[in-house]
């Protein structure tokens, strides 16, 4: 979907939005929301966008669902603005219109402080991804931000089976509109739970988990693929690998890096694109049920915070992504300069919501995290594919029930996830309550091994000037010994900005 509005006569082409015309409105909303009657429904709703436009006043606002499970992107400049859900036509509209593009060097310092560029930016000054929670009001030639943010309030009343309902509410809804699924499974209890809910009276949806060849299993053994064959055993329904092999891994990595709105450290990322491929119809997800019932980031903010108080939250909620903040200096040229920014960047985002600390990580996980790195992950892989997925752990009304409850029945350090163990405890495998998350485990360096020459360089980031020479010309050195996550952070990077080579930027 993508539209085009030449600013200075209010000149609009469209693709793939549905029209409807109120009075002096036009308002132009994703399949599926022909229902909304203001921007402002959004709200309320779930996986849509919707741009209205005021063409007596010259106005636009614009946006997508509350929790972001759609994205959308934008170019302003002086006489057009450009809205997508799709980087591809981003590419296509730069060309077309040659529009230079140019690198923002806070973005790429986020990308390798937390692993992916967050929600309100991209790797390019000039384009902007939606925040969710937010609507976009374009009005004499500048666009300006409005929060819609609601805090949830604690009742005294709100109980775990309020959760449960809604949970199975969901799942319900969405098999009475689907007729197959799979389960995206890795054996954690976020993804068992999905596949309990929709096997439940009679259901049969099959579980999916990642498969890989002989080599890697020998050498890094069979990770999660255990749990999952217990959950699939224990829910009386077929098995099913997305084989990930070297060959297939390039070829996913290849798709990432063309068709993903930004680059993502992450490797869990190519598994969803392995998933989706061999997804027949329908997805479902157990992802986002970590920040929305507490997880391990808690536990280490939390406990840094209470050893050394006096150290900024920005730092400290910086170090616990486990990415390479701690290297930035070695990374960029500006490395010093970069780090102050990640701090005040990620200071502004805890000040923002309300409550004490731990309610603080639950909003910060749930709405920034999601939108920004979780639900594109699973967005971009089904749109390549063909396939819808689904996030039931992270609906709007389980977010709303789950921030009723007091947050110590979600979390009590060092432990988290309280309230999917209480609930599934004796619905799935006890051996599966008792795991400890591990994520998805991908035999990073098994790939890395395997990877062709013309993968491998890093002549985009040479490039740009931003990075310190000596870490570009010891990649082999990062990838055999140092830090093979990093080696790929690296690679994706330089990889994702190649695709976008030839569209004129400097």
């Known amino acids: 979907m993508w539209l085009e509005i030449e600013l200075d006569i209010f000149k609009i082409q469209m693709r793939g939005f549905v029209e409807k015309k109120y009075s002096n409105n036009i308002l132009y909303v994703s399949p599926g929301f022909e229902d909304l009657k203001s ?26 669902d509350y929790l972001g499970q759609y994205p959308l992107l934008f170019i302003h400049t002086d006489s ?24 923002s060097e806070e973005a790429l310092a986020l990308y390798f402080s937390l692993g992916y560029i967050p929600q309100g930016m991209t790797a390019f ?13 374009y009005k004499n030639n500048k666009i300006t931000e409005e929060s819609v943010f609601t805090p949830i309030e604690e009742t005294d009343n709100a109980h775990i089976n309020d959760v449960e309902k809604c949970i199975f509410e969901e799942a319900s809804k969405l098999q009475k509109n689907h007729q197959h699924f799979d389960i995206w499974c890795s054996g954690g209890i976020d993804s068992s739970a999905m596949a309990h809910c929709f ?38 329904v077929p098995l ?24 993502v450290i992450d490797t869990c990322v190519i598994a969803k694109y392995a998933l989706a491929q061999a997804t027949s119809n329908t997805a479902i997800t157990g992802e986002g049920g970590d920040p929305v019932f507490g997880g391990v980031k808690n536990t280490s903010v939390l406990f840094a915070h209470a050893q050394h108080p006096q150290i900024s939250l920005g730092w400290i909620y910086a170090y616990t992504h486990c ?113 400890k998350k591990s994520g998805t485990i991908i035999p990073l360096k098994h790939f890395i091994e395997n990877m062709p020459a013309e993968m491998i360089n890093i002549t985009e980031l040479k490039s740009t000037g931003y990075f310190n020479e000596e870490i570009l010309e010891h990649t082999d050195f990062l990838s055999a ?26």
């Open 323 to 435: 990415r390479f903040f701690n290297r930035l200096n070695d990374i960029f040229i500006h490395g010093n300069e970069l780090i102050d920014y990640v701090i005040e960047y990620l200071n502004k985002k805890i000040e923002f919501y309300p409550g004490e600390l731990l309610r603080k990580l639950f909003y910060l996980n749930t709405i920034e995290k999601q939108g920004g790195m979780i639900f594109p992950q699973s967005y971009y892989p089904g749109k390549r594919y063909g396939v819808s997925v689904h996030h039931p752990l992270t609906n709007l009304s389980v977010y709303q029930s789950a921030f009723h409850l007091k947050d110590e029945k979600r979390y009590t350090y060092p432990n988290g996830k309280l309230v999917l163990n209480e609930l599934f405890k004796r619905k799935i495998p006890e051996s599966i309550i008792k795991r």
């Open 481 to 506: 010994t140092d830090s093979p996550l990093l080696f790929y952070g690296l690679i994706t990077l330089n990889n994702w900005l190649l695709n976008r080579e030839g569209k004129n930027h400097d």
């Open 80 to 103: 057009k603005l450009f809205l997508t859900n799709d980087i591809l036509h981003i590419d296509w509209w730069i060309e077309k219109n040659d529009i230079n593009l140019s690198l």
């Open 39 to 64: 921007s402002r429904d959004l709200i309320n709703r779930e996986r849509g966008i919707a741009i209205e436009v005021n063409i007596k006043n010259r106005q636009i606002t614009f946006g997508r």
């Open 199 to 236: 096997n439940r009276n009679g259901g049969t949806a099959e579980i999916l988990t990642m498969g890989y060849d002989d080599d890697a299993l020998s050498k890094y053994g069979d990770g999660e693929i255990q749990y999952a064959r217990e959950i699939a055993e224990h829910c009386q």
């Open 125 to 137: 000054n000039e384009i902007k991804s939606c925040k969710n929670i937010t609507l976009y009001h």
């Open 240 to 263: 099913r690998y997305a084989q990930l092999s070297p060959d297939n891994f390039i070829r996913q990595h290849k798709q990432f890096t063309r068709g993903h709105s930004g680059p």
